[in-house]
């Protein structure tokens, strides 16, 4: 057992030193994963959490959408500072799948835009809430209880995943709960978005099949999805997706934050889970 725990351990600072607010020292990062993790061990609770630009967030245990910013700072760091850097404050951010609102927060805290945040399931939705609250955000961010996808109806989302909920699969023995559907060009019709962010643990094709209206609009510059084969489940492939949303003119891109320069690349990222998306 303890040579599970250290084995586990060193996994994670190998991880943790390879972030680049890390310097290459994963130490920090470690006892700060150590230490949330024993504190909620013994007294399980949300507690209040100070991040950066003056950010504060809820988190417990199993909140994965952003405890790891308790230890490495900035998650999803490549993404993250792009958005930062690339959105405005008369700019729409329009969150996808919001979780618990890891971008939400930067984008409306940070660089000021104003966000429409999609986050279907209800408990997950109670503590985003929460976190826009926590901020003084309201004004900012406009929260909808809603899922997408390609028509407008009902669908099935598992509700024994934590904040890792999704669209439940056809005749899975699972607890379910249902959630109404609508067509993100319906939610958006009198809007002008910027930037789209869509993680929806697989069911990223058909949210943008829902959004063929929205994605010929001049105003959006930037997408931003989830590939990790996760899509599988549903019978779509990440090269489905990617040829779907290239299709509309869009090209993958890296970034590199010290120099905020922009590479375009000829496909989806393979060496992460996120990929940008530009159009060209």
């Given at each position: 057992?303890?040579?599970?725990?250290?084995?586990?351990?060193?996994?994670r600072?190998?991880?943790?030193?390879?972030?680049?607010?890390?310097?290459?020292?994963?130490?920090?990062?470690?006892?700060?994963?150590?230490?949330?993790?024993?504190?909620?061990?013994?007294?399980?609770?949300?507690?209040?959490?100070?991040?950066?630009?003056?950010?504060?967030?809820?988190a417990?245990?199993?909140?994965?959408?952003?405890?790891?910013?308790?230890?490495?700072?900035?998650?999803?760091?490549?993404?993250?500072?792009?958005?930062?850097?690339?959105?405005?404050?008369?700019?729409?951010?329009?969150?996808?799948?919001?979780?618990?609102?890891?971008?939400?927060?930067?984008?409306?805290?940070?660089?000021?835009?104003?966000?429409?945040?999609?986050?279907?399931?209800?408990?997950?939705?109670?503590?985003?809430?929460?976190?826009?609250?926590?901020?003084?955000?309201?004004?900012?961010?406009?929260?909808?209880?809603?899922?997408?996808?390609?028509e407008?109806?009902?669908?099935?989302?598992?509700?024994?995943?934590?904040?890792?909920?999704?669209v439940?699969?056809?005749n899975?023995?699972?607890?379910?709960i249902?959630?109404?559907?609508?067509?993100?060009d319906?939610?958006?019709?009198?809007?002008?978005?910027?930037?789209?962010?869509?993680?929806?643990?697989?069911?990223e094709?058909?949210?943008?099949?829902?959004?063929?209206?929205?994605?010929?609009?001049?105003?959006?510059?930037?997408i931003?999805?989830?590939?990790?084969?996760?899509?599988?489940?549903?019978?779509?492939?990440?090269?489905?997706?990617?040829?779907?949303?290239?299709?509309?003119?869009?090209?993958?891109?890296?970034y590199?934050?010290?120099?905020?320069?922009?590479?375009?690349?000829?496909?989806?990222?393979?060496?992460?889970?996120?990929?940008?998306?530009?159009?060209?």
């Amino acid at each position: 057992m303890i040579k599970k725990v250290l084995k586990k351990l060193k996994k994670r600072r190998k991880k943790f030193q390879s972030h680049p607010l890390m310097n290459g020292n994963g130490n920090g990062a470690l006892f700060r994963y150590i230490k949330f993790n024993a504190i909620q061990t013994i007294k399980p609770k949300t507690r209040i959490y100070n991040w950066i630009h003056g950010l504060k967030f809820f988190a417990r245990k199993g909140d994965a959408g952003i405890v790891s910013n308790i230890y490495i700072k900035l998650a999803d760091y490549e993404d993250s500072m792009f958005l930062i850097n690339h959105l405005h404050e008369n700019d729409l951010f329009v969150d996808i799948g919001a979780n618990v609102g890891h971008f939400t927060l930067l984008a409306s805290g940070v660089s000021k835009a104003r966000t429409i945040a999609i986050e279907p399931i209800p408990n997950t939705y109670e503590k985003l809430l929460k976190n826009v609250a926590l901020n003084n955000l309201e004004e900012k961010v406009n929260c909808l209880n809603i899922g997408l996808g390609e028509e407008k109806g009902e669908l099935k989302f598992t509700k024994g995943y934590d904040v890792m909920n999704r669209v439940a699969l056809e005749n899975e023995d699972v607890p379910t709960i249902s959630i109404p559907i609508q067509k993100l060009d319906e939610v958006l019709k009198n809007e002008q978005p910027t930037f789209l962010k869509i993680d929806v643990e697989g069911f990223e094709y058909y949210v943008l099949k829902g959004a063929m209206e929205t994605l010929q609009k001049e105003s959006l510059k930037y997408i931003l999805l989830e590939f990790n084969n996760s899509g599988d489940k549903f019978g779509i492939s990440d090269q489905k997706v990617f040829d779907f949303v290239t299709s509309y003119g869009f090209k993958p891109l890296s970034y590199d934050v010290e120099k905020k320069e922009i590479t375009l690349e000829t496909t989806f990222r393979t060496d992460k889970f996120n990929t940008i998306f530009i159009r060209s």
